[in-house]
């Protein structure tokens, strides 16, 4: 379905006869959502006798959740386009369309908005416009200067964007030391008044009402621009602004564009409660189409010998970076339905490089593999058993290789790749970033980043993009005990709004709290294994890792689960849970439905099974052993059927978790990948 009504309206706001600037509008510009659900209004008011301000105001179900709020950004030369700028022109237009997704949570995606283009004449002579868009589930805008005669670049040097929160919200928040982050830290939960002050606060942002209502902040189509962050300036105040990452060495500027610029998207998420936020296309649905054909993306999951340490015992054979030991795990994929393999690094990466470690040298050679691991070999044996390779690679060296690197990859048979250690969202960095995937796309290769910045929605454009990283994860537990159950079960409130989040998951040694400690080989997690299992319905993510040993999931209890769960969606629905305490979430592919939970401390959740269509389905189970305290890795497994009409009880333990699979009784249930 795709229809697209639009129409032009002039003279919107009135212009001031005497002293040439708009004067209060009598008749905001209102945009309203489809179900009328959201609006956002947009009006101009007087700073003092001589000067005017754009300032907007957001809704949801009548409530005013952001109150008035500036709007503006400084471009160098015209100064801010927010003051004394006069109105020409809004043009209105409606959409309603829906898209096949290569990976995502909901297939069909629908695309859903009432949308406003506000073009204003700025005092020094130059043309802008405000685009707005109304969607059910959320409002966003983002800043247009098109083309014109007379401008060639534009510079962009600051953003005056607010975001004056309602109602002293409980915020859910990771804050940033600098802009240069890898964005792996541990959230907070703490009052809007508490908030620290002057730091920056990294987006999606998540804000809870006392009604319940749930606003989050974050940005979408970041592409040719900076990242943006939140910073509350006075201590007292209840204005979040927009903060936009410099370009390296120019800390004044954010952006420079040849002709004209085009912010992201600023996106405000709404819900009645955080956990229905999960279920948004929202991001996904304000970036563009792809522009090229997706038949070859493939999505699966895939193992991660780097993070187990490659070096198990009781093999037969000297484990490492050898041949024989990723036969080892290229003949564990086959068996098991993992589509990709991961060739990674020991003290040094697959490929040469005389120094140890991950950073490169002056010797650093991304195009010729270390001769012992006879890459060769591995990718012919891969062949033969139907199993992807994928490669890691650090970023520096690939930059200045990009294109000769790609290439001689796809002549290799590569599948895929994981680009580490960016750690930065400038605008040379998210354009370098999107090289990658352009190029990545010629050559059929998928792309998944580490060390990097959320996703912002691109991979609706370049679906090769897998996921990203962007969060403190279950690497830590190789050296700190960081990675809690708590914090497990606060990301898919916080940074999984943004997209796809990788996550180091399938660790199966799971101990307590008391019992835990950090260690690089055979690494500890902490939760329980239905925790652990859980992950791979409430983590969105179209190429999870397996990451333990292959010795580790033999003959184990609840590895069934992880060769037949899928890795993309046609449906996710938020069943229960709250911020940092638990969440339960059911995504169904095809006829079948997977429901996860996951939890920090001991409880009792009762799920209606009301998702379900009629008819009679067959329930399988694997819940935590509530009778075997001293060891988490134990689970107990459950079958028989049910129906739409019956409500489930999960009991979970502390740091505990839950899994369903229910399939039609007609059906069979055979893996997915």
């Known amino acids: 379905m795709d229809l697209v009504c639009r129409c032009t309206l002039f003279a919107v706001f009135a212009i001031g006869p005497s002293v040439g600037y708009a004067e209060p509008a009598k008749t905001e510009v209102v945009v309203s959502s489809p179900s009328k659900k959201c609006n956002v209004a947009l009006k101009i ?55 096949q997704q290569a990976l995502g949570k909901n297939n069909p995606a629908v695309d859903h908005y009432n949308e406003s283009r506000v073009r204003f004449n700025a005092t020094s002579g130059i043309v802008w416009e405000l685009v707005i868009r109304a969607y059910d589930d959320g409002i966003a805008f983002r800043y247009r200067i098109p083309k014109q005669p007379g401008v060639q670049d534009i510079v962009f040097q600051n953003e ?27 959230y907070r939960s703490d009052s809007l008044e508490n908030l620290p002050a002057n730091e920056l606060i990294d987006v999606p942002a998540l804000f809870v009402r006392r009604d319940g ?9 970041l592409r040719n621009f900076g990242g ?19 370009i390296p060495g120019r800390p004044n500027i954010a952006a420079i564009s040849r002709d ?21 296309d929202l991001i996904v649905n304000l970036n563009d189409s792809p522009s090229f054909d997706t038949t070859w993306i493939v999505p699966g999951k895939s193992t991660w010998h780097w993070w187990n340490g490659t070096r198990q015992q009781g093999l037969s054979f000297v484990p490492g970076m050898n041949l024989i030991t990723h036969q080892y795990y290229i003949d564990f994929c086959a068996e098991h339905n993992i589509a990709y393999h991961a060739v990674v690094a020991d003290e040094r990466p697959w ?97 998944q980043f580490h060390g990097v910045y959320k996703p912002t929605g691109l991979r609706r454009t370049y679906p090769n993009l897998f996921n990203k990283e962007g969060v403190l994860n279950l690497e830590y537990l190789k050296w700190s005990d960081r990675c809690t ?49 859980a992950m791979y319905v ?27 769960v899928p890795t993309v969606w046609d449906e996710t629905r938020f069943i229960a849970g709250e911020p940092g305490d638990f969440i339960v979430l059911a995504r169904r592919k095809g006829d079948t439905w997977y429901v996860g939970a996951m939890t920090d401390k001991h409880r009792e959740i009762h799920v209606p099974m009301r998702f379900l269509a009629d008819g009679e389905y067959h329930l399988e189970r694997w819940s935590d052993d509530m009778q075997q305290h001293d060891d988490l890795n134990r689970l107990t497994r459950s079958e028989r059927n049910i129906t739409s009409n019956e409500t489930l009880t999960l009991v979970l333990a502390t740091g505990g978790g839950c899994v369903l699979q229910i399939t039609p009784v007609s059906q069979s249930g055979t893996p997915q990948r």
């Not at 209502?213 to 189509?221: C, D, G, K, Q």
């Not at 708590?486 to 660790?507: F, Q």
């Open 45 to 99: 008011v007087p700073d003092d006798q001589r000067t005017t301000r754009l300032e907007y105001r957001v809704e949801y179900r009548q409530r005013t959740v952001l109150s008035e709020s500036r709007l503006g950004i400084s471009i160098r030369g015209h100064g801010d386009l927010g003051v004394n700028s006069v109105v020409e022109s809004v043009e209105n237009q409606s959409a309603k369309k829906s898209y």
């Open 160 to 186: 005056k964007t607010e975001f004056n929160l309602t109602q002293q919200p409980l915020a859910h928040f990771l804050t940033a030391a600098s802009f240069t982050t890898g964005h792996e830290g541990p």
């Open 213 to 221: 209502t749930a606003v989050a902040i974050t940005e979408a189509r």
């Open 228 to 246: 943006m962050y939140l910073s509350k300036e006075e201590e007292s105040s209840t204005k979040l602004r927009a903060k936009v990452s410099p």
């Open 260 to 280: 004209s610029l085009e912010t992201p998207w600023r996106v405000v998420m709404l819900a009645d409660r955080a956990g229905e936020l999960l279920e948004s």
């Open 351 to 447: 490929y040469l490089q005389s120094r140890n470690g991950y950073a490169p040298g002056a010797d650093t050679n991304i195009l010729s593999p270390r001769p012992e691991l006879q890459l060769p070999k591995i990718l012919k044996y891969a062949r033969s058993k139907g199993v992807g390779i994928r490669l890691w690679v650090h970023w520096k060296p690939l930059s200045k290789k990009l294109d000769e690197a790609f290439a001689l990859y796809e002549s290799w048979g590569i599948k895929g790749l994981m680009v580490d250690f960016m750690d930065r969202d400038d605008q040379e960095m998210v354009e370098f970033c999107e090289r990658v995937l352009e190029t990545a796309a010629k050559h059929h290769l998928h792309i």
């Open 485 to 533: 159950t708590k914090h497990n079960v606060t990301v898919p409130y916080t940074r999984m709004l943004a997209g796809p989040m990788d996550y180091h998951a399938g660790g199966f040694r799971s101990v307590s709290k008391e019992n835990f400690q950090a260690r690089n080989l055979a690494p500890f997690v902490l939760g329980t294994r239905c925790h652990h299992l």
């Open 538 to 564: 409430v983590y969105e993510n179209p190429m999870p890792m397996v990451c333990d040993f292959p010795i580790a999931y033999e003959d184990q209890p609840g590895f069934e689960f992880i060769e037949k």
